[in-house]
Nanobody
Framework: QLQASGGGLVQAGGSLRLSCAAS????????MGWFRQAPGKERECVTV????????YFADSVKGRFTISRDNAKNTVYLQMNSLKPEDTAVYYC????????????????WGQGTQVTVSS
Protein backbone atom coordinates (compact mmCIF):
# COMPACT_ATOMS: atom_id res chain seq x y z
CA GLN A 1 0.00 0.00 0.00
CA LEU A 2 1.03 3.55 -0.70
CA GLN A 3 0.08 6.53 1.44
CA ALA A 4 0.69 9.99 0.04
CA SER A 5 0.71 13.15 2.13
CA GLY A 6 1.91 16.73 2.11
CA GLY A 7 -0.46 18.40 -0.28
CA GLY A 8 -2.09 21.72 0.41
CA LEU A 9 -2.69 25.26 -0.73
CA VAL A 10 0.30 27.41 -1.60
CA GLN A 11 0.86 30.66 -3.41
CA ALA A 12 2.61 30.76 -6.76
CA GLY A 13 6.35 30.67 -6.26
CA GLY A 14 6.04 28.66 -3.09
CA SER A 15 7.15 25.14 -2.24
CA LEU A 16 5.66 21.91 -1.02
CA ARG A 17 7.09 18.52 -0.24
CA LEU A 18 5.01 15.44 -0.82
CA SER A 19 5.78 12.16 0.87
CA CYS A 20 4.70 8.66 -0.04
CA ALA A 21 5.09 5.92 2.50
CA ALA A 22 4.99 2.35 1.25
CA SER A 23 4.29 -0.82 3.12
CA UNK A 24 5.83 -4.14 2.20
CA UNK A 25 9.30 -5.53 1.75
CA UNK A 26 9.74 -4.85 -1.97
CA UNK A 27 9.91 -1.05 -1.88
CA UNK A 28 13.64 -0.85 -2.45
CA UNK A 29 13.37 -2.82 -5.69
CA UNK A 30 10.42 -0.87 -7.09
CA UNK A 31 10.48 1.94 -9.57
CA MET A 32 8.58 4.80 -7.94
CA GLY A 33 6.78 7.63 -9.64
CA TRP A 34 4.66 10.68 -9.04
CA PHE A 35 1.77 11.43 -11.33
CA ARG A 36 -0.80 14.20 -11.33
CA GLN A 37 -4.25 14.73 -12.66
CA ALA A 38 -5.92 18.07 -13.08
CA PRO A 39 -9.70 18.39 -13.56
CA GLY A 40 -10.70 17.42 -17.07
CA LYS A 41 -7.23 16.21 -17.96
CA GLU A 42 -5.57 12.85 -18.21
CA ARG A 43 -3.22 11.60 -15.57
CA GLU A 44 0.32 12.55 -16.46
CA CYS A 45 3.72 11.48 -15.28
CA VAL A 46 5.57 14.09 -13.27
CA THR A 47 8.67 12.19 -12.26
CA VAL A 48 10.03 8.69 -11.86
CA UNK A 49 12.98 7.28 -9.96
CA UNK A 50 14.69 3.93 -10.22
CA UNK A 51 15.35 1.67 -7.27
CA UNK A 52 18.65 3.34 -6.38
CA UNK A 53 17.44 6.89 -6.83
CA UNK A 54 20.16 7.68 -9.35
CA UNK A 55 18.04 7.20 -12.45
CA UNK A 56 15.30 9.78 -12.79
CA TYR A 57 12.85 11.17 -15.29
CA PHE A 58 11.11 14.51 -15.14
CA ALA A 59 8.38 15.91 -17.30
CA ASP A 60 9.55 18.97 -19.20
CA SER A 61 7.01 21.09 -17.37
CA VAL A 62 8.67 20.48 -13.99
CA LYS A 63 12.34 20.19 -14.87
CA GLY A 64 14.48 22.42 -12.72
CA ARG A 65 11.66 22.97 -10.21
CA PHE A 66 10.82 19.51 -8.87
CA THR A 67 13.10 16.87 -7.43
CA ILE A 68 12.39 13.28 -6.46
CA SER A 69 14.21 11.34 -3.81
CA ARG A 70 13.73 8.12 -1.96
CA ASP A 71 14.78 6.66 1.37
CA ASN A 72 14.70 2.91 1.00
CA ALA A 73 15.37 2.44 4.72
CA LYS A 74 12.13 4.30 5.45
CA ASN A 75 10.17 2.94 2.48
CA THR A 76 9.41 6.50 1.49
CA VAL A 77 9.66 8.54 -1.69
CA TYR A 78 9.53 12.33 -1.71
CA LEU A 79 8.59 14.96 -4.23
CA GLN A 80 10.05 18.39 -3.54
CA MET A 81 8.20 21.02 -5.52
CA ASN A 82 9.67 24.50 -5.78
CA SER A 83 8.66 27.58 -7.73
CA LEU A 84 5.14 26.28 -7.95
CA LYS A 85 2.84 27.60 -10.63
CA PRO A 86 -0.96 27.66 -10.85
CA GLU A 87 -0.72 25.08 -13.63
CA ASP A 88 0.79 22.66 -11.12
CA THR A 89 -2.59 22.47 -9.42
CA ALA A 90 -3.75 18.85 -9.49
CA VAL A 91 -4.23 15.74 -7.44
CA TYR A 92 -0.83 14.13 -7.06
CA TYR A 93 -0.48 10.37 -6.88
CA CYS A 94 2.47 8.22 -6.00
CA UNK A 95 2.82 4.92 -7.75
CA UNK A 96 5.02 1.86 -7.70
CA UNK A 97 6.15 -0.46 -10.46
CA UNK A 98 7.58 -3.89 -9.78
CA UNK A 99 8.01 -4.56 -13.49
CA UNK A 100 10.78 -2.11 -14.22
CA UNK A 101 11.11 1.32 -15.72
CA UNK A 102 8.20 3.19 -17.17
CA UNK A 103 6.60 6.62 -17.39
CA UNK A 104 3.08 5.69 -18.37
CA UNK A 105 0.38 5.18 -15.76
CA UNK A 106 -0.13 1.73 -17.28
CA UNK A 107 3.40 0.79 -16.24
CA UNK A 108 2.56 1.19 -12.55
CA UNK A 109 0.55 -1.41 -10.70
CA UNK A 110 0.23 0.14 -7.26
CA TRP A 111 -1.22 3.56 -6.50
CA GLY A 112 -1.67 5.79 -3.50
CA GLN A 113 -4.87 7.64 -2.76
CA GLY A 114 -3.76 11.03 -4.07
CA THR A 115 -3.13 14.33 -2.37
CA GLN A 116 -4.45 17.68 -3.57
CA VAL A 117 -2.01 20.43 -4.47
CA THR A 118 -3.51 23.83 -5.17
CA VAL A 119 -1.38 26.75 -6.28
CA SER A 120 -2.99 30.16 -6.16
CA SER A 121 -1.92 33.01 -8.41
Amino acid sequence: QLQASGGGLVQAGGSLRLSCAASGRTFSSNVMGWFRQAPGKERECVTVTGWSGFTTYFADSVKGRFTISRDNAKNTVYLQMNSLKPEDTAVYYCAASSRGWGTSPADFGSWGQGTQVTVSS
